[in-house]
């Protein structure tokens, strides 16, 4: 996964919640999924951000 992949798919699942999409059901699962791509999308940013640091 990319971070510019990750970040379509977290605005996707924020849209669909605004938008009022998403059953009851399915609304777990799609806030699980929204926090597992915000980590990631965090996380990845992190490492950049780390990786500069260590360049300079």
Same mark, same amino acid.
């Given at each position: ?6 970040? @379509?798919?977290? &605005? %996707? ?5 605004? /938008?009022?999409?998403?059953? !009851?059901?399915?609304?777990? $699962?799609?806030? @699980?999924?929204? &926090? %597992? ?5 965090? /996380?990845?940013?992190?490492? !950049?951000?780390?990786?500069? $640091?260590?360049?300079?």
């Amino acid at each position: 996964m990319t971070y510019e992949s990750a970040l @379509k798919e977290l &605005k %996707e699942v924020i849209e669909d919640l605004r /938008n009022e999409m998403v059953s !009851v059901d399915d609304l777990t $699962e799609k806030v @699980k999924r929204a &926090k %597992e791509l915000m980590d990631f999308c965090k /996380n990845k940013l992190r490492n !950049v951000g780390e990786d500069l $640091e260590g360049m300079f």
